[in-house]
């Protein structure tokens, strides 16, 4: 009997220093996977979390991982030979084939980079596919900037807006929170969106959006909740009733502004 | 037509059924009443009405061991405890019509697109006999969804008199009719049978007269007072301390954790109930989202009469009372969901 | 004080567990030590003192059982006007010159260990999780959810003054399991109902006399201030 709880044994094979607080764990699981779907990391004797897919090929995939709770500190002081377990993947991802032969917005907030960057990477391969692209990035620091060695790289495919919080030294982009990008943008109508950061980051990014006059039947979230087993069960990641880690994590705007329990990533937008 | 059995014969013809297969039925330990695995017919108790602890702890223990785990020679074995789990067939006993409904419930959670396997192994061989209730409990309100008798079943017995009149609800049920014990009943046994049923469920109704029977019309006047007072209200009551999720026979929630010995080189992966009305419950390593207590509340009631509505077109509450009878701030949920449809 | 740096108790359940490679523990008595474990609380200056340098000379300091982690049966003291406690002594009372207070009063705490007596699998758990490096945190839960996976009979229906809906679990319900109602030596977790579990003895009959008495056993400062209000309602 096929055992959706039992997770596969994996090994790190390489790690890649992202920012002071992120790594990416490069781990030997030929999953398939669609951009923006999820795993179950296990680390044996500290438990699961659940964990976006950031890039793969058919040996292995890159998890993202800032250190910020139990598992996620746990597998910052690993190395590579060192053993997890993966379960998945799981999630519905990005609904990418929407905006094919359309104008593309992904728009980022810090951590909420890595599960769009498979999008990205689809993009720079597949570019005749789209019309217009952007990525909107905003950090807290440049030096908390996910992924700098690929931007060069990304610009080549789609135009790259990039904001920080604060500055340091050298920074001579934008200041200032992802919203304040927003004008920038040199497509409007018949863009798909596809943001993913902090709560607050995508609320204010979506009220500017729809101001400007972005379709909001095309704008699209990625949720991030308590994900324990992946598969719509033990009911931890239920937020009304729709299952994140079944039914998302990915959501239109419009189907997570008429959920009954309103996500915080939302309440506000239109009241 | 059905049959029947005399009562005087049912503890045979549940020793005949001990011989191929576990049986489970109520019985009474430190003084709760729950349904157990059998070893001695005689401990079986006669309760006129459910048991305090529903069927649920045997499909969904509240504690359950996934695997073991052992890192070992440079990596790491993984021992499923799945292959351990008994697949021996087993019949349940002396179930009411409010818990079969509810695993029935039960079922479409654990057995939808991704299926529970560990719910599944101890579900699948599992026989229910059920039996119509006496009189009802207190908290009782079985009757606002339809009565006590539910729509499957592998054979169900009722009172009537000095026997009990055995429905075949199943082919599994069938083949459990052994000429020994049963005789054919006849017209006016099923009359009795139909008049005794009739007779408890008016008893019920005439203290309950709430019919939840038209499921979309009350769903959707229940999901409206998404932001009534009444959350507020009861959030104020409850106490957070979990016990109507714990003993509802349709609550499904459980935590994943690892436990090890003391230098973490081997140990178990662990599923254990859990609560939506805890703190933690959704608490990510970001943010809380549902950090109030009212908020919690009203997730557990739209949780058995909105939400599995929308995903599945059934109610998660069969009416078995048991949260109000052992919520210690006495919030009852016939109550509340009375005023939610008023 | 009662001070435990790995006392022969925890030695015992070590070996229980039989681990070969303890790393924590250095020798017997000898400071600096990685992890200190302090029972029981100080009740005069001298052993104020003995707090400071422990925690200076330790790592990680770990208040170990509810006397530890609130000032406990000692602090009940506070709740008794000096005047009285001298006519009880008939004079001053022998060598109690300073009021007992948390641990946390004087020093920084990295862990605390509830419970009169502390559970003995909740420590293993907290050595477990430093050893592997794990997060430790406290249970932000009832005694009422360990009891109820239990399947135990809620002794509040059977009448008794039970503290259980608004105390910290961990304890795996170890009174109610034995028939005994819960006296809340954990202390109330931060979510706590507090003034809901009041509502709920005030229903049963419970006077404020005796609901004020049996959240006084334990000093925790949570409950002070509900009492108060509770004084005053």
Known sequence: ?271 | MGVKIAKNRVNEFLKYLKEEYILYAPVEENGVSKISKIEDTSDIINLPYRTQISLKPIFFPPEQKFFRFEKKNGGVEIEDYLPQEGDDKSIIFGVRGCDVNAIEVLDKYMLDEFEDPYYRKRRENAIIIGISCDYPKESCFCTAFGGMVPERYDLWFTDIGPHFYVDIGSKRGEKLIDDKFFEEASEEDEMRKIRRINSVETKINRKVKTNLHDIKKYYHKIKNRADDSIWEELGRKCVSCGKCNFICPTCHCFDVKDMTNIDGSAGERIRVWDSCHLYDYAKTSAENFREERKARVRYRIYDKFVFPVMRYGVYACTGCGRCSEVCPAGIDIHAVVRRLIK | ?233
């Open chain 1, 1 to 271: 009997m096929n055992n959706p709880y039992l997770p596969a044994v994996a090994r790190i094979t390489d790690i890649i220093e992202e920012t002071p607080d992120t790594k990416t764990f490069v781990i030997s699981s030929p999953l398939k996977f669609k951009p923006g779907q999820f795993v179950e990391l296990s680390i044996f004797g500290y438990g699961e979390a659940p964990i976006s897919i950031s890039g793969g090929n058919e040996k292995s995939i890159d998890l993202t991982i800032r250190a910020v709770g139990n598992i996620t500190k746990k597998i910052h002081r690993m190395n590579v030979g060192d053993y997890v377990g993966i379960r998945g993947p799981f999630g519905n991802g990005w609904p990418v084939e929407r905006a094919e032969g359309r104008n593309l917005l992904i728009a980022a907030g810090g951590i909420g980079l890595a599960p769009l960057k498979p999008v990205i990477e689809y993009v720079c391969n597949n570019r005749k596919k789209f019309r217009n692209v952007t990525l909107l990035y905003g950090a807290r620091k440049p030096s908390l900037m996910l992924f700098k060695y690929k931007l060069e790289e990304w610009s080549k495919h789609m135009d790259v807006l990039l904001t920080v919080d604060e500055p340091e030294e050298g920074w001579k982009g934008n200041v200032g929170v992802v919203t304040t990008l927003c004008d920038r943008i040199k497509h409007v109508s018949d863009t798909v969106t596809l943001m993913c950061g902090p709560p607050i980051m995508m609320k204010y990014t979506s009220i500017s959006l729809m101001e400007l006059g972005f379709p909001t039947g095309e704008m699209y979230l990625s949720l991030e909740r308590n994900m324990k087993c992946g598969i719509g069960i033990c009911g931890h990641c239920a937020v009304g009733g729709l299952y994140v880690c079944r039914d998302g994590p990915v959501f239109s705007l419009n189907d997570a502004l008429k959920l009954i329990e309103k996500p915080h990533e939302v309440q506000g937008v239109i009241d």
């Open chain 3, 1 to 233: 004080m009662q001070f435990l740096n790995l006392e022969a108790k925890i030695l015992e359940i070590l070996k229980y567990l039989n681990i070969k490679n303890f790393r924590l523990a250095k020798e017997y008595n000898e400071m600096p030590v990685d992890i200190a474990f302090v029972e029981g609380t100080p009740t005069t200056r001298e052993e104020v003192l003995k707090l400071l340098t422990i925690r200076k000379e330790s790592k990680i300091l770990v208040a170990l059982g509810t006397c530890a982690v609130t000032g406990g049966v000692p602090g009940l003291v506070n709740m008794m006007a000096k005047k009285e406690a001298m006519e009880v002594y008939d004079g001053f009372p022998p060598d109690v010159p300073i009021d007992p207070k948390p641990l946390e009063y004087y020093v920084n705490v990295d862990y605390n260990i509830y419970g009169c007596t502390f559970s003995k699998d909740e420590l293993i758990e907290l050595i477990t999780s430093l050893i592997i490096g794990k997060e430790y945190r406290d249970k932000e839960y009832s005694v009422c959810v360990e009891c109820s996976l239990r399947e135990n009979n809620c002794l509040l229906d059977d009448g008794h003054l039970c503290l259980g809906p608004i105390t910290r679990g961990g304890c795996k319900a170890l009174c109610p399991n034995n028939g005994k109602m819960c006296l809340g030596c954990r202390g109330p977790y931060e979510d706590a109902n507090i003034k809901g579990h009041i509502k709920i003895l005030q229903d049963m009959g419970f006077t404020k006399d005796e609901i004020i008495e049996s959240l006084s056993l334990f000093s925790y400062e949570k409950f002070k201030e509900v009492i108060s209000w509770l004084k005053e309602e």
